[in-house]
């Protein structure tokens, strides 16, 4: 998904400033797609270039006024004609975390188990809040409520992957410790 139309697609339901945008895609999108700080405002920018929204600044007691984003009719237009066009047919996982993961034959098990203990925490910390903010998508339409539940569910499946990961790390830990044990114990003979 490009920035551009997920900015277009949030600013229908209101309209908002750039860090409310990449808050908002934060909290409640980080399970289908990442975005950084840096990309937001360049694409705010080009996205007024282009005539796609509309830019008001909003002054604010004490501290410097602030842009807020609303969506242009030209900007509607664009929206619906991507909404409406053939989606991208690649599936993308990007997780850090699981590049590292495939990598950890290379290093220390007992790290690695470190690692995996910590995305355990992580995600049973996302998952209570996606729990926590189904409740509130409950009462979106039906596509914000189901992605929201796709949300929680590949969390789940995250979650029940990275537990049963930390097993088998820890069975292997077992057997390979049991085989050295064994190996020591021959040479002793």
Do not use: C
């Not at 080009?46 to 006024?65: A, I, N």
């Not at 499946?157 to 537990?163: G, T």
């Amino acid at each position: 998904m490009s920035v551009k139309y997920a900015i277009l697609g949030l600013l229908h339901y209101k309209d908002m400033h750039g860090y409310k945008i990449k808050k908002h895609i934060e909290q409640n999108f980080g399970h289908m797609w990442t975005i950084n700080h840096g990309q937001i405002y360049p694409a705010l920018k080009k996205m007024e270039d282009e005539g796609l929204v509309t830019v008001t600044r909003v002054d604010q007691e004490g501290r410097p006024s602030r842009k807020v984003y609303s969506i242009s009719e030209k900007g509607m237009h664009t929206f619906r004609s991507w909404l409406e066009s053939d989606p991208e047919k690649n599936m993308l996982l990007r997780d850090p975390f699981l590049t590292r993961f495939v990598f950890f034959g290379f290093g220390s098990k007992e790290r690695a188990l470190e690692i995996i203990g910590e995305q355990i925490k992580l995600y049973e910390k996302y998952l209570k809040k996606r729990q926590d903010n189904l409740v509130r998508w409950q009462r979106q339409d039906i596509y914000v409520r189901l992605i929201a539940e796709l949300g929680v569910r590949l969390n789940e499946m995250f979650l029940s992957w990275l537990r049963y990961a930390y097993h088998e790390i820890s069975k292997d830990m077992e057997k390979t410790r049991g085989e050295q044990g064994q190996q020591a114990l021959g040479g002793l003979t």
